[in-house]
């Protein structure tokens, strides 16, 4: 797939490293992004610091022109401390990410070929812990098909997958997780504009990320309620685990290995294995404990209820620069949205719906699907509004969501309706 920056690189100028400002926007690197300390593929030049770092890197740079007059506190949002936190992740939710894909297929279309990879998925998650299981082995060509499959999705349209994770299996939790954590990542490092190399390899890290439970006991897994410190001393071990068989398949991608390795580290430092603290852990680890805390908590497991996905960003958000990269963290609230694809809301019509699509500038107007009327009765042929087209073409009347709600309240699958 041809990317949007690809075709353009010609329009940004190559600068020496030598010569660079504070407040110049950098598109592209003389060097792959993960190589490097900065995470956002485009960012302002904020200091002297950055300036150096640059220059310890690289020998030259492009830069973008165009997106000088744009306020360089882009990723920064000023927030003043008597807000909520939910107030707080709307208006990081507000910004926007990379420009370097765009959504080549309606998520209507797109949702049909999602569905069929996630089944395929299912099955080749299923064979590929079967056999770590059994011989202690990864099957490297299924774990990279399956990646490649569902990072070709997430490429046309990441709304499709978005909608399938809703679908929630206790009994299933580590294929389900394994499947979402791979979709999640390819979603999120396609919203910073990682290149599609950098996304399959990181996608695979997180499709993996788990591989080392088929060496923990059933019962240790299924076991219900918070467990003992013997028993997480005995599932932290999962790690160690998963490195063995990785380490043992030729021809791996260091960051497939680095994500497993990493996933678990915190940024203060009180994560596991290894207790790695700030800078020390790779980009690719702090993105894969962000996708993999994720979808953890909005999903069901054996002693664990879930949350909304809305509730979920606003835990981890106050979780910054302790568990998770600040600057990552607003990165991922703006990627999925305050009302991420897939949740149940509540409109100031009194109307019911579910997120369907993001809008990709405007995260607080999304596409959403309505299936009951204020009276809570439902819609005999539910319909789908864009809510920022709604108001632009009323011209003032503002049909926007109130408030996130738990299905399981009004005892409603969200994916009765789009599956």
Known sequence: MQSALDNNISSFEKVSCCDLKVGMYIQELDRPWLDTPFMFQGFYIRDAEEIETLQGYCEYVFINRAQEDIDPGIFHTIIEHE?????????????????????????EKELATARRIYAESSKAIENIFSTAHSDSTVNLDDASETTSNIVDSVLRNPDAFMLLQRMKSKDR????????????????????GFNEAEIQDISMGALLLDIGITKLPDSMIDMQGTLNPLAMKLVRSH???????????????????????????????KGYPNALKGEQIPVCGRIAAIVDCYDAMISTRPYKERITPTEAVCTMYNWRNTDFHEDLMEQFIQCIGAYPTGSLVELNSGQVGIVMSQNRVRRLFPKVLLILNADRIRYEHPNTVDLWEYTQKTKGTVLEIKKVIDADELDIDPSDYYL
Do not use: W
Request: charged share 20%; with cysteine; glycine share 4%.
């Open 239 to 269: 790690v160690n685990f998963g490195l063995e068989m990785l380490d043992k398949t030729p021809d791996l991608p260091p960051t497939v290995r680095d994500v497993l390795l990493t996933h678990h580290e915190r940024i203060n430092g």
């Open 173 to 192: 939790y580590k294929y389900t997780h394994a499947i979402n954590c791979c979709a999640l990542a390819a979603t999120f490092c396609r919203h910073m």
């Open 83 to 107: 807000q909520s936190t939910t107030s707080r992740v709307k208006a990081i939710a507000i910004k926007t990410g990379s420009d370097r894909y765009i959504d080549t297929v309606v998520v």
